[in-house]
């Protein structure tokens, strides 16, 4: 179940608007935490550290695909409070003055880890340039958050109440983020699409 939901979810938040709305980072230590809560092996959190660093390229691929094709079209959204002209002009910014640095960094702004790749994919950014960058931000970020939680759990067996109260507030702000999130992603496709 960890692996299902940890997978499924950096793929989407990584491709996809609506990843703008899911808790990303949290996840990934909540799942560390959970993995640990378990008994889980070492081998077996690296394992999934892996296979959801691999996911989280290949949804940055797909996102960059998508602007490519879509310009940034799919990205604003006139009136919004999340998806704003503002936010965008400002992850354009980001990306134009970082420029391949930007793309590692996105992994740890929430917001700017979704539009950074259509961002990308509409400015025509190197391909190849933009598979280098976006995996590295993926191995810095996916396993340093999976791991910390793992680990973090171990340092804290002598006091199991702090593990286990981290878990519960861990997976109750996912489960709660992530409602938030798809009801703030249907009302911001309710409005108007901005023309670019």
């Known amino acids: 179940m960890v692996w299902l939901i940890v997978l499924s979810f950096v793929f989407v938040e990584c491709a996809f608007i609506i990843g703008l709305f899911l808790p990303g980072d949290s996840l990934l230590f909540t799942a560390g935490l959970v993995l640990a809560q378990h008994g889980s ?18 949804g940055n691929q797909l996102g960059y695909h998508i602007g490519r094709k ?13 998806l704003t002209v ?4 400002k992850a354009r910014d980001f990306l134009d003055r970082r420029g391949f640095w930007a793309i590692v ?3 740890w702004i929430p917001w700017i880890r979704t539009l950074a790749p259509m961002i990308a994919g509409a400015a025509a950014m190197d391909p190849r340039r933009y598979m280098f960058a976006t995996t590295i931000g ?5 396993p340093t958050l999976v791991l910390l939680g793992f680990y973090g759990a171990g340092l804290l067996e002598q006091y199991p109440w702090v593990v286990t109260t981290a878990v519960v507030v861990g997976v109750g702000f996912f489960i709660v983020g992530t409602v938030w999130g798809v ?6 496709m309710r409005k108007p699409a901005e023309l670019v």
């Open 86 to 89: 503002e936010k965008l002009a």
């Open 105 to 107: 960094l996105a992994r």
């Open 183 to 188: 009801w703030r992603y249907r009302q911001e």
């Open 70 to 82: 879509a310009g940034t079209s799919l990205t604003g959204r006139l009136g919004g409070r999340v």
């Open 138 to 142: 993926a191995v810095l970020w996916v």
């Open 41 to 58: 092996h070492h081998a077996e959190t690296w394992a999934l550290s892996i296979a959801a660093t691999v996911i989280a390229v290949v």
